[in-house]
């Protein structure tokens, strides 16, 4: 999805001391508000909604504070408005509706600076994702009247500071453009601007996908039939419904089916009873024994009247039985079904830890992070040195050095008096070393700036002394065997055949991108004109292959086989084939073929 502007509130402004409160409006879910505020004397303080709001920039120049502040509208508001409070003596605020953004990490770059050029088209910042969109203000000291080529709003009067708001009116097609704001003011002197710039970074890549149908198999039991004759139901057809999956990818490349789990819990099957003997009439016939009669001599012999009672008699029919079709009612309830989460979803402010599955900071939290207590995020591990000694001088000639694994430690207080036991229990199954090898995503978001690692717990001190109050300064070691931190978004680009493409790494150190070469191409070649390194392979791909080469664990396949043994001998080594700092210039040829590009997934890679 892109990133847009929806209908926004108006700018408002005010010269004296007070609150300064938008008109109300009303944002549509998925949204992010993005609120641009100047004040004089005192820092401005951005609430309204019910809205977490989180500070993005800030520049501060003569007493006045130049910023930018984000909030996440993920279920939508009607009627709500956005205030600005401090001790000030005027402010301005502009509120902007944007519609496509990341809620989870809705900032990439970011800047703030000032230029005394009039008419000038200052860089803001250099764009860390594609299809972003950049969003500033700025406040001119000296000549007034300000107007920009760029879409703004102005601001202020001839008394009072002037300033203006603006937005690209195009979002950024590419990560690693250097993206400019022209700022003009009245008059040709000198001119004193003073401004801060954020990018606002998409939610989601448009791509086409088409999930899987999912096949729900209804599993019906025979009926008990208790007529000596065989039932022969008929089937019952199971319709499951099953939601489409958010997917995001990266920008230009082909994503991958996301697989969805659907549980369709065993049905209800109920039969309805049925009555279908039917018996000829049985004649029953019974000996009656004459009466015995008496009577007087000479008297005529008179008719007496006998009443026999005849038992209804027990009768047993062997029938063939013919049973009508037997109904059979099937209730399904609705499949459960579950798309796959991604790292730092939880994430919703400054100084807060994800880690498996639970959520460390912020507020109304039962697990807080202690202040200070985050050690080893920012740090750099120590080094392993290449260096080795020469002989017959001072001194040693110079190796590579490579860095260690690195080492987070952070202190964790549980405050969940109502349900200690619960919280605490919780916690220690997320705080126990893996059973394996496998490593889990560590998220920390710093000061506008979220990153994540793969990591295994290796030390947890939970004291327990205060356990009675309900509280625990639980302390926790990870260990992150790559010490690398990367950028939450995965990129993603795809490199035509025969086009040098620029793919962008915007941390600080080289990272290793994962390659998909689909067929039909014959002897692939990449190569990064950066590094002046070049992978090279000896093989034929089919229309229904696809070439996957995973450079950071140093491995090539097609499918489940190893293929390896087709790179070329002047290649150098997988491992060795990264992105380095700023901007790849990649090549991608083939002997033939090829029309499929090249797909490189990365995140950005910090030390």
Not at 154 to 163: I, P, R
Not at 388 to 408: C, E, K, T, Y
Not at 441 to 470: H, K
Not at 541 to 562: F, H, K, P, Q
Request: proline fraction near 7%; aromatic fraction near 6%; charge should be negative.
């Amino acid at each position: 999805m892109a990133v847009g502007i929806a209908t926004s509130p108006a700018l408002v402004q005010r010269w004296t001391s007070g609150t300064l409160t938008t008109a109300a409006f009303s944002p549509a879910a998925g949204t992010l508000l993005v609120a641009c505020v100047a004040a004089f004397n005192a820092a401005p303080t951005v609430s309204g909604g019910g809205l977490t709001w989180t500070r993005r920039v800030q520049r501060i120049y003569s007493g006045a504070y130049h910023e930018i502040w984000t909030a996440p509208c993920a279920a939508g508001a009607s009627g709500i408005t956005v205030s600005v409070t401090g001790s000030w003596s005027g402010a301005a605020l502009k509120v902007y509706v944007v519609t496509g953004a990341s809620l989870a990490t809705p900032v990439g770059a970011t800047g703030n600076n000032s230029t005394a050029v009039n008419n000038s088209n200052v860089a803001a910042y250099t764009s860390t994702g594609a299809g972003s969109r950049g969003f500033l203000v700025a406040v001119e000291y000296t000549t007034g009247s300000p107007t920009s080529t760029d879409d703004f709003t102005a601001f202020g009067d001839s008394s009072h500071f002037w300033g203006l708001v603006a937005a690209k009116a195009a979002n950024t097609p590419t990560a690693g453009t250097s993206v400019t704001f022209n700022l003009d003011a009245a008059g040709s002197g000198t001119a004193d601007w003073q401004w801060a710039a954020i990018e606002v970074l998409t939610g989601s890549v448009d791509a086409s996908v088409t999930p899987a149908s999912v096949t729900a198999t209804a599993s019906v039991p025979a009926p008990t039939v208790s007529y000596g004759a065989g039932a022969h139901p008929d089937p019952v057809t199971t319709a499951a419904g099953v939601p489409a999956p958010s997917v995001s990818a990266g920008a230009g490349a082909h994503p991958d089916p996301v697989t969805v789990t659907a549980a369709v819990p065993t049905p209800n099957v109920s039969t309805q009873p049925t009555e279908l003997v039917y018996t000829d009439p049985v004649t029953a016939a019974a000996d009656v024994p004459a009466p015995a009669a008496s009577a007087g001599a000479g008297a005529p012999l008179l008719t007496v009247e006998t009443s026999a009672v005849v038992p209804a008699p027990s009768a047993r029919v062997d029938a063939d039985v013919i049973l009508g079709p037997v109904a059979i009612a099937v209730s399904i309830p609705h499949p459960v079904v579950t798309v796959p989460v991604l790292p730092g979803d939880q994430i919703t402010g400054d100084f807060q830890i994800e880690f498996g599955g639970l959520l460390f900071g912020g507020y109304g939290n039962r697990y807080q992070v202690l202040a200070g207590s985050v050690e080893g995020w920012d740090d750099l591990p120590s080094l392993d040195s290449g260096n080795v000694l020469r002989p017959s001088r001072h001194g040693s000639w110079a190796g590579r050095r490579l860095s260690q694994d690195r080492q987070v430690s952070a202190t964790i207080g549980i405050d969940a008096s109502g349900d200690f036991t619960s919280a605490l229990s919780a916690l220690r199954q997320v705080l126990v070393p893996p059973d394996d090898e496998t490593e889990v995503p560590l998220v920390v978001s710093g000061r506008d700036e979220v990153l994540l690692a793969w990591a295994a717990v290796d030390a947890r001190v939970i004291p327990t002394q205060d356990y009675a109050t309900g509280w625990a300064p639980v302390q926790v070691r990870w260990t992150c065997s790559d010490p690398r931190r990367y950028g939450l978004i995965r990129l993603g680009v795809t490199v035509p055949v025969g086009v040098e493409t620029s793919l962008f790494n915007g941390g600080n150190v080289a990272t290793h991108p994962l390659i998909r070469i689909p067929g039909p191409a014959v002897n692939p070649i990449l190569t990064n004109a950066l590094m002046g390194r070049s992978i090279q392979f000896t093989i034929t791909l089919g229309s229904d292959e696809r070439l996957d080469i995973d450079t950071d664990a140093g491995t090539v396949a097609v499918g489940d086989t190893n293929k390896m043994s087709a790179l070329s001998g002047s290649s150098v080594p997988v491992q060795d084939f990264v992105l380095g700092v700023g901007a790849n210039p990649i090549t991608y040829t083939t002997t033939s073929g090829g029309a499929g590009g090249a797909d490189f997934l990365w995140r950005d890679a910090h030390l």
